[in-house]
């Protein structure tokens, strides 16, 4: 069975090497589902880390329905990608009524070519799964990752056995939830790959900091923040 490791720094990357992980899915910011990591961090895993390691791509957190210039910046990081000899690439796009774009996500996997493809979690999302699953297959989608459309693949189990049931040429590869405690039950259900991050929290501070710098009204899944062209020509007005 093979074990993905989603992997938020270059330390994590490389305890997953260290563990035995058989490849890394390499993103940032795991506490919104993961965005690009950046340049550096790319360069640097690369450099190293010797197993195969696949790019989440991905501009934002929030929904998976992008706009025209998201969807270029998508592009340009799979292209970056490609020319730093990565393994894989791992995306997706939604139509804002939760169905398959799958125009844009056709030019994805195209754009990877000789990489492979890894359909994400906006799977979970989609209302039809089961025809998204073959569609995606047409589109020439190497996997998708998938907790069966709940919270956690535990959750999702009975229906994660029939995506696997009826995918033809597209491994389907569960996610969310996965630990030392439960793995097997995949493994015996005969799934041939499992997706985790591992993530232990370990303090980094002695003392607490005097304020946080998390903002917990950033984190949604149906609004997108943005600097607000109003908002701002009202504070510049004010000064110049």
Request: with cysteine.
């Amino acid at each position: 069975m093979l074990v993905e490791v989603c992997a938020n720094s270059l330390e994590s990357a490389l305890n997953a090497e260290r563990g035995g992980a058989d490849r890394i899915e390499l993103c940032s910011e795991l506490a919104v589902g993961g965005i690009t990591p950046s340049y550096g961090l790319l360069k640097m895993v690369k450099k190293h880390v010797s197993i195969p390691v696949h790019v989440l791509i991905r501009p934002r957190s929030g929904d998976f329905t992008y706009s025209d210039l998201e969807f270029d910046i998508m592009k340009e990081n799979i292209k970056l990608c490609k020319e730093l000899g990565f393994q894989g690439i791992v995306s997706g796009i939604l139509k804002k009524d939760y169905t398959l774009d799958e125009e844009r996500t056709k030019s994805l996997i195209d754009a990877s070519n000789d990489m492979k493809f890894t359909f994400h979690r906006a799977f979970d999302w989609v209302k039809t799964p089961l025809e998204t699953l073959s569609r995606l297959e047409l589109l020439g989608a190497h996997c998708v990752l998938t907790s069966g459309q709940k919270k956690t693949a535990i959750e999702g189990f009975d229906f994660l056995k029939e995506l696997k049931e009826s995918a033809q040429n597209i491994m389907v590869m569960p996610g969310s939830g996965i630990n030392d405690g439960n793995v097997k039950l995949f493994k015996e259900q005969g799934f041939r790959a499992v997706h985790l991050s591992g993530t232990k929290f370990h303090k980094s501070l002695r003392i607490a900091p005097p304020i946080s710098m998390n903002s917990v009204s950033f984190l949604n899944d149906d609004k997108i923040g943005t600097s607000h062209l109003e908002t701002i020509q009202a504070v510049v007005n004010k000064v110049k």
